[in-house]
Nanobody, 124 residues
Framework: QVQLLESGGGLVQAGDSLRLSCVAS????????MSWFRQAPGTERELVAG????????TYADSVKGRFTIARDNSGNTVYLEMNSLKPEDTAIYYC?????????????????WGQGTQVTVSS
């Protein structure tokens, strides 16, 4: 059993920064890919960013390119999402997800492991 636990969400103003963390625990955990998704009320869950665990290749949604950075800590089983220049449209619940196969996929069904989510609210 693998557990993912997110932290770091909160209420900020437009232009501010936040850093989300996701810590994996449980059985020996060696994912191929970890990603961050987000879901705003009334919308579908969407991919924000993903990282290949081996090699560190990253991919981002167009809406966050240049503002968000995903990074991993191999020794700590932790993935981070650094969010800068936040906008009100970034408001959502942010979820950490992991999959055992390589490749950052945009469909949530491709990920076997999920965290409970952390709320990010950006006021204008």
């Amino acid at each position: 059993q693998v557990q993912l636990l997110e932290s770091g969400g909160g209420l900020v103003q437009a232009g501010d920064s936040l850093r989300l963390s996701c810590v994996a625990s449980g059985r020996i955990f060696s994912p191929s890919t970890m990603s961050w998704f987000r879901q705003a009320p009334g919308t579908e869950r969407e991919l924000v960013a993903g990282i290949w665990w081996s090699g560190g290749r990253t991919t981002y949604a167009d809406s966050v390119k240049g503002r968000f950075t995903i990074a991993r800590d191999n020794s700590g089983n932790t993935v981070y999402l650094e969010m800068n220049s936040l906008k009100p449209e970034d408001t959502a619940i942010y979820y950490c997800a992991a999959r055992d196969s390589p490749g950052v996929l945009s469909r949530p069904s491709a990920y076997a492991y999920w965290g409970q989510g952390t709320q990010v609210t950006v006021s204008s």
